[in-house]
């Protein structure tokens, strides 16, 4: 069974920084792609950035600039650095990682972790 747990949500004022972490536990043959997605109140859930086990990011256009995606592999852990946070950045933002196993692959999800951007 795969387990997708996220850390370092929080309440921050607008202009500040907060650091997400995702871990990633459980066993599979392949870990591929991970990321993180954000759900606000009444509105869907929307891609925040994504980047592949080779490194290659990709970021919602809202965020470019301000967020940055990195990974450890030694440690099937994702993280997203938030600098310059807007209160629009205010969400629950969810964890995902592609696992495969031997023949197939599916996509798992974190519970979530609140980001609240407010003074």
């Known amino acids: 069974q795969v387990l997708l747990v996220e850390s370092g949500g929080g309440l921050v004022q607008p202009g500040g920084s907060l650091r997400l972490s995702c871990e990633a536990s459980?066993?599979?043959?392949?870990?591929?792609?991970m990321g993180w997605y954000r759900q606000a109140p009444g509105n869907q859930r929307d891609l925040v950035a994504t980047i592949t086990s080779a490194d290659f990011t990709n970021y919602a256009d809202s965020v470019k600039g301000r967020f940055t995606i990195s990974r450890d592999n030694t440690k099937n852990t994702v993280y997203l650095q938030m600098n310059s946070l807007k209160p629009e950045d205010t969400a629950v933002y969810y964890c995902f990682a592609e696992i495969y196993g031997l023949n197939s692959g599916d996509n798992y999800w974190g519970n979530g972790t609140l980001v609240t951007v407010s003074s």
């Open positions: 459980g066993s599979w043959f392949n870990l591929g792609a």
